[in-house]
């Protein structure tokens, strides 16, 4: 049983539309992770938040906006996505440090949303 | 750049045969290592990791790498595999790069098909 939940599993959505990804993570960790797998692509990541600031925002396109409201819980908003965007996106947490996101975390996984774009 | 290389994408294999899929990565300074496997339907989960010390380390399963830093090289490997390993493994590097920002790197997977 994974100590990181996602919600939804699964989401379909016009490219009008505005929707938004939920992590969250029961693992007491400080860090949090928001992940893009496209098929037969290395996973990508987006964006880094070590205790609740974001540190790393990894050229992500401003139709993607991540908000960490506290160490537990991670979001990811959607507004204009492009068919292109269509993917499993993976939320993960890591201990985290107060200097950084260590080189020695390991990082656990949710079971993902599968986005589909319209 | 950074990079991490999975050269065998795809592997099938019977009951019983041993197995080995090799990782490489681009990056010369000092690296944490890791396989994650990812079995159908299911999330990603550790299956072991290298961080210093014994550079032969052993997971969950009956896995086990074998870190060879003048190769740039964590190999996964498994004796006699499970109609159960059947699964997408992931290797994954984490590194200050060359950017000097910690981040993670994972390889492109290799899907794994165990016949039974």
């Known amino acids: 049983e994974t100590g990181v939940t996602q919600t939804p599993r699964h989401l379909v959505m016009g490219m009008t539309n505005k929707k938004s990804l939920k992590c969250e993570q029961h693992?007491?960790?400080?860090?949090m992770y928001w992940y893009k797998q496209s098929a037969k692509k290395p996973l990508e990541l987006m964006f880094v938040?070590?205790?609740?600031?974001?540190?790393e925002n990894n050229s992500v396109p401003s139709r993607f906006s991540p908000e960490c409201p506290n160490s537990s819980h991670l979001f990811l908003h959607l507004h204009t996505l492009q068919p292109e965007d269509s993917a499993l996106y993976l939320c993960?947490?890591?201990?985290?440090?107060?200097?950084?996101?260590?080189?020695?975390?390991?990082?656990?996984f949710g079971p993902g949303t599968r986005l589909t774009v319209l | 750049a950074q990079s991490v290389s999975q050269h065998n994408h795809h592997v099938i294999l019977s009951e019983a045969a041993s197995l080995e899929l090799g990782c490489n990565y681009s990056?010369?300074?000092?690296?944490?290592l890791f396989w994650y496997v990812q079995y159908p339907g299911q999330h990603l989960q550790l299956l072991l990791k290298?961080?210093?010390?014994?550079?032969l380390v052993k997971g969950i399963k009956g896995f086990e790498a074998e870190f060879i830093k003048s190769k740039f090289s964590f190999n996964l490997r498994k004796p006699s595999v499970q109609w159960s390993d059947t699964a997408e493994y992931f290797c994954?590097?984490?590194?200050?790069?060359?950017?000097?920002?910690?981040?993670?790197?994972f390889g492109t997977g290799t899907r794994l098909l165990v016949s039974p």
């Open positions: 993960a947490s890591s201990q985290g440090t107060s200097g950084g996101a260590g080189r020695t975390d390991t990082q656990y």
């Open positions: 693992l007491g960790h400080n860090a």
């Open positions: 938040y070590n205790f609740k600031e974001q540190t």
């Open positions: 990056y010369g300074g000092t690296v944490n």
């Open positions: 290298y961080f210093s010390g014994d550079p």
């Open positions: 994954a590097v984490n590194a200050k790069w060359d950017t000097g920002f910690q981040k993670l790197v």
